[in-house]
């Protein structure tokens, strides 16, 4: 399927996005000090290595070529590329893995079946391991461990775990980088560079991403090289740990930095189950509303609190803990959200409920989706169709996956490019929504997540600054919206308790009547919304003395009470 653009005066024509931009609209996001344009220098001192490396990947090309040329079925295309990517090796499962949650560069079979394009890999051998942590340890292993064992529990293309035991007792999960990963990924991400860099290839980043490609390998470069250094994902799962201290419904591991290296990794051993083990989780006597409660609120913590989240949320990277808590794993690939963006995503989301399709909009172009200086003009009606497709079952049971299908079509329709970390917000959203539903068919997200944005809404003044904007629309009180709001209060009520839902409300009448202006724009909200209802009452009268047909208006005054209508509960 071609992408369609809509025709841009050249005055208004949108710049391409350069590197520079792209660290600069990172905010307070970590950049890896080795990044893609960098590597150019490491590979130099193999040329060879890379010639041979780029007859490799060519090969595997011109096979896929041949072998996809006499198929017609788009879905068996896909699985063949997804088996050719897992035949290169680590860098080409990633760019899968990235692929699959990109409607801007892929249609929507090839991504749904690179979702199954998983990271497993033969393990490589255990002589080789023990000399691997020999070395970064720079001691023998009986002087650290008093078990290690011969197998890994997990293989995959950038490394294997150990289940250990060190010295005193403590159990331990030991991460294992392979040998020659780190090599082969510079390779092929100096050659995805050079690729992207190519005239044809910044002519279609120009014309149908209005970025430059390299833009784009570069994001994810930038996270795959922090996957390979351990001593980041040691920094990432302290940073976690910190944010988590004190949650009594979260584990995470703690890290032993004495022994870890750029390629090993100590960390406590968390031992749980599978988050999607419904029968070891009824073992453990889990009460699983209450898991996936626990779950939601974990994650919009990451995202909404903290701007930090894990990357990777897969079943795999999320357990299950005898105690009910929830523990994750595997810190390589994490995500930092700026303060900007925050505060930018929670106003797309109340344009979103307040039907504010223009500033809809201008929120793409905030957020990196489109690039500055672009006419947003022709996507306003897009927007609108789009979103009130979305939810016109009613949005309380709004779905992450229905919506973000939907809108998958207007990537193929205007400039739109997806920013990786916002890739990674869509995947672990859609993943986190995924287990969930695999937990209890019956899940809706606005229900589970009630109970935490209510009180960050009502708590936090970034969120009850917002207060006034959900709740009035065009000056006027939405009483619609407000019985929305209570229902749902309601219905989070039955999944956390009474008590949680009534310090909820005594939380927002605090934030309400402590702040003098918040109770001057609702109280003159309501008084319009109030005086708006009678005059249309009035006129609906007169009109019905007069003999007139409802909705003719002989006082000159609006028949409705100016409310947005709001969505059905249904």
Known sequence: MGMKLWPVSPWKRSPLLSYEALESERGMCKVNPRSPRRIADVVRQD???????????????????IATRDVEDERTKAAMLRDA????????????????????????????????????????????????????????????????????????????????KLIGGAEVAVKVQRPGAKDLVEKDLALLRWIAGSPPAKKYGRENLGCDLQVIVDEFGETLLEE????????????????????????????????????????????????????????????????IQRGVASGLRQLLEFGLFHGDPHPGNVFAMPDGRIGYVDFGNVVEISQTNKEALLDAVIH????????????????????????????????QSTWRESVGSGIADFSFRDVTNKFSALVYLFPIRIPARFALVIR????????????????????????????????????SSRLCQILIKGGVFDWERLHTLVLLSMQGARKSGFWVWASTMLD???????????????????????????????????????????????????????????????
């Not at 980041?232 to 949650?247: L, S, T």
């Not at 995470?252 to 083990?277: H, I, Q």
């Not at 609702?522 to 008084?527: E, Q, V």
């Open 47 to 65: 040329p060879l290595g890379v010639v041979r490396r780029a007859g490799v990947i060519t090969n595997q090309a011109v096979r896929l070529a």
């Open 85 to 164: 990517l897992a035949q290169l090796g680590p860098c080409f499962v990633k760019v899968g893995q990235a692929l699959a949650n990109r409607p801007d560069v892929l249609p929507p079979v090839a991504m749904e079946e690179l979702t199954r394009l998983m990271d497993q890999a033969e393990p490589f051998q255990r002589q080789t391991a023990r000399d691997i942590v020999l070395k970064e340890l720079g001691k023998p292993l009986e002087d650290v461990f008093e078990k290690f064992p011969d197998e890994p529990v997990a293989a995959a293309s950038i490394g294997q775990v150990y289940r250990a």
């Open 228 to 291: 390979l250094d351990y001593e980041q994902e040691a920094n990432n799962m302290r940073d976690f740990g910190n944010n988590f201290k004190g949650d009594p419904n979260v584990a995470v591991p703690f890290v032993y930095p004495e022994y870890t290296t750029e390629r090993l990794l100590v960390m406590s051993w968390l031992d749980g189950v599978r988050c999607t083990d419904l029968d070891a989780m009824r073992g453990f006597r889990i009460n699983i509303d209450e898991f």
């Open 352 to 383: 979103a409920m307040n039907e504010d399709y223009e500033e809809m909009a201008r929120d793409f172009v905030r957020l990196g989706f489109i690039a500055e200086g672009t006419d947003i003009r022709p996507l306003v009606p897009a927007l």
């Open 428 to 463: 672990t959203l859609l993943t986190q929504e995924g287990i969930c539903l695999t937990l209890n068919p019956q899940f809706r997200f606005l229900e589970a997540a009630y109970p935490y944005t209510a009180k960050r809404l009502l708590s936090d003044p970034l969120y």
């Open 508 to 570: 927002g009448v605090k934030v309400v009547f402590n702040d003098p202006r918040t109770v001057r724009d609702i109280a003159l909200a309501m008084l319009r919304s109030l005086r708006l209802a009678f005059r249309g009452m009035a006129s609906a009268w007169w009109a019905f003395l007069r003999g007139q047909r409802p909705g003719v208006e002989p006082l000159g005054v609006p028949t409705t009470h100016g409310a947005t209508p709001g969505y059905s509960l249904a």
